[in-house]
């Protein structure tokens, strides 16, 4: 009985000291704990290794949720920037860019060499088109891209709050100073929101005008008639009848982004003209024969109650210049002060961009639209910057310089209703 006890504890001894070797604790076993069978009191001592050991798995068990935690986190910030990447993107079917030549069959006998050619370089091989006026007679110093100009226009994006701020302005409800909650704390005055078209605020002038007013300002101001005098394509534009559905928004939406309205270069023109020479709202013409351009003669359409309107709206314009929407305008041109207004949106994946602006000298003033149609290259600020290319080239070729005034002749000048 002695020796098979003796076994016995041998072999307990040997087996217990692989499987400590194995799973690597590197422990030593008090054997003479088990030198009787009946011994209850088994001790296991551990080294300072193991201890060492058993102190970094404890450790390392420790920090596991907080690792978890954080990897959690991480893959949660992950699939939440996935999915505000890809939340929404809009499709644009349209090119930015001119497949052929965008002067093709243009009509130029009667327009200024200097300014066409300011604005074909300008455009350079965008999908757009470039009319300049002169705002004292409406005449058509160039249109580029006669096609386009002449087309039943698009939606005039954000360059419909020109239209709206002059109607709130005649309405009384408001001066350039006159500060529009909109909403909490936040409010906001004509100036800073012409200088970076907030859409809240002119929801908010569109809301407190109603439809009936917006209509009926936005056709004294030209939009929804023939712009031009017996200028052959031209289309008329759409001006809506009534209110859009509520569900698209509304007058609000009307009077921010010019949803369900169409406008083209040449109305937008002849309205950012008549805000140039103090309310005179011009026929334009664009003299195509040598006849033309021998009798030609300034053709009014009516006259506009906006002169004292015009210096509510100009710091606004002109903020959009200077540190506004309109501010890439600046990196080619600073000379002189330049006021405008720009206007992105899209419809049916085609992206507008527009910029209707007037440049004013000492020495006289033009007008400048640029429109562009396309896809992500295409939006307003890029129109601007277009413009100051324009003015740029026209600055260089001495075209700011004055020049001797021709003697007045008022009774050249025509008075035409706008059925005529």
């Known amino acids: 009985m002695h020796k098979q006890s003796a076994l016995i504890h041998f072999t307990v001894t040997i087996l217990s000291l692989?499987?400590?070797?194995?799973?690597?604790?590197?422990?030593?076993?008090?054997?003479?704990?088990?030198?009787s069978s009946k011994s209850k009191n088994q001790k296991v001592t551990e080294t300072q290794r193991a201890r060492k050991h058993m102190r970094k798995l404890a450790r390392s068990h420790a920090a596991r949720p907080r690792t978890r935690a954080t990897v959690r986190t991480k893959a949660t910030v992950r699939r939440t920037s996935v999915r505000r990447r890809h939340r929404y993107y809009e499709r644009f079917t349209a090119s930015s860019f001119a497949t052929q030549d965008v002067t093709d069959g243009d009509v130029t006998t009667g327009e200024d060499a200097v300014v066409r050619q300011a604005a074909i370089d300008?455009?350079?091989?965008?999908?757009?088109?470039?009319?300049?006026?002169?705002?004292?007679?409406?005449?058509?110093?160039?249109?580029?891209?006669?096609?386009?100009?002449l087309s039943s226009g698009a939606q005039p994006c954000s360059t419909i709050k020109l239209s709206v701020a002059l109607a709130a302005l005649s309405e009384g409800i408001i001066t350039k100073e006159t500060e529009v909650r909109l909403g909490g704390r936040y409010?906001?005055?004509?100036?800073?929101?012409?200088?970076?078209?907030?859409?809240?605020?002119?929801?908010?002038?569109?809301?407190?005008?109603?439809?009936?007013?917006?209509?009926?300002?936005?056709?004294?101001?030209?939009?929804?008639?023939?712009?031009?005098?017996?200028?052959?394509?031209?289309?008329l534009g759409i001006y809506p009848n009534q209110e859009i559905p509520a569900k698209l928004g509304g007058v609000g939406k009307m009077c921010s982004f010019?949803?369900?309205?169409?406008?083209?270069?040449?109305?937008?023109?002849?309205?950012?003209?008549?805000?140039?020479?103090?309310?005179?709202?011009?026929?334009?013409?664009?003299?195509?024969?040598?006849?033309?351009?021998?009798?030609?003669?300034?053709?009014?359409?009516?006259?506009?109650?906006?002169?004292?309107?015009?210096?509510?709206?100009?710091?606004?314009?002109?903020?959009?210049?200077?540190?506004?929407?309109?501010?890439?305008?600046?990196?080619?041109?600073?000379?002189?002060?330049?006021?405008?207004k720009t206007g992105t949106c899209?419809?049916?994946?085609?992206?507008?961009?527009?910029?209707?602006?007037?440049?004013?000298?000492?020495?006289?003033?033009?007008?400048?639209?640029?429109?562009?149609?396309?896809?992500r290259p295409t939006y307003g600020p890029k129109a601007a910057e277009i413009t100051g290319h324009i003015y740029r080239s026209l600055y260089d070729h001495d075209f700011f310089i004055a020049k001797p005034a021709p003697p007045a002749d008022t009774a050249a000048v025509k008075t035409l209703g706008s059925g005529q």
């Open 18 to 35: 692989l499987m400590l070797s194995q799973i690597g604790t590197a422990a030593s076993v008090n054997t003479r704990a088990l030198t």
């Open 122 to 149: 300008a455009l350079g091989d965008m999908n757009g088109t470039v009319v300049a006026i002169e705002p004292t007679s409406g005449r058509i110093l160039a249109m580029v891209n006669q096609r386009l100009a």
């Open 187 to 235: 409010q906001m005055n004509l100036t800073r929101a012409l200088a970076h078209s907030n859409n809240a605020y002119f929801e908010a002038l569109g809301r407190k005008l109603g439809f009936e007013k917006v209509s009926y300002y936005a056709h004294q101001y030209g939009l929804g008639e023939l712009a031009g005098y017996s200028i052959p394509g031209e289309q």
């Open 258 to 340: 010019g949803e369900g309205v169409s406008v083209t270069p040449l109305q937008l023109g002849a309205l950012v003209s008549a805000i140039s020479n103090g309310g005179t709202l011009y026929y334009l013409q664009h003299p195509t024969t040598p006849e033309e351009i021998a009798n030609f003669q300034p053709i009014v359409k009516r006259r506009l109650d906006i002169a004292p309107l015009i210096p509510e709206i100009s710091d606004g314009m002109a903020g959009a210049v200077h540190y506004g929407t309109a501010r890439s305008l600046r990196t080619n041109f600073q000379e002189e002060e330049i006021l405008g």
């Open 346 to 375: 899209s419809r049916a994946g085609t992206r507008f961009g527009w910029f209707a602006s007037y440049a004013n000298t000492h020495a006289g003033r033009i007008v400048v639209v640029v429109f562009l149609e396309g896809g």
